[in-house]
């Protein structure tokens, strides 16, 4: 449906469910009724969480970059994971992080995990996978906590197991008052 805009625009409103995640490139082409036609075409990237409850991974906010490798998941991940404040966490957090309680997780939210390997870690994940970004772990007891500082799309790698990596190429949300958070108006 389109509809005459102030100023003598026009603007034009569709939708479409995607099935899957992934990267795509729609194009929209308008057809005047004088046959001149004109053409938009947009890019963007479909991810999900690692489950429907909103269970996913983390990466340390050293990693968070568009365009860096990460590791989210496995036995390395510490030592994959620097945190930009150089605070070093000497336990055994593998990666996998809980939903909040009203999924999915956002940026501000607080985010827990288990040490040690996770028995509900999904058997597989998205090809483009919504991860968390942390500043720094907490520990008590057998948990381990953070904030939700951003949260980053990574593009999985092949061969997700007992190790986990990709690389970032999007961005979904950077906390208030975090680095590389934009200014408050």
Sequence with gaps: MSRPAAGGDLRVAGSHVYASAGRFAPTVVVTSAGASTDTATASFVVYAFATASG????????KAQVGS???????????????????????????YVEAPASPPPACGDTWIGRTGGSADVPATVPPYLAVVVSNGIEKSGSMVGGTVVR????????????SATGKVVAEVCVMSGAPGAPPRR
């Design 151 to 162: 949260i980053v799309v990574v593009q999985t790698d092949p061969g997700y197991g007992s």
């Design 69 to 95: 490798d990460a590791t989210f998941w496995g036995s390395n991940w510490q030592a994959a994971n620097p945190f930009l404040s150089g605070v070093a966490y000497g336990g055994s957090f593998r990666g």
């Design 55 to 62: 269970n996913t991974f983390a990466i340390s906010d050293a």
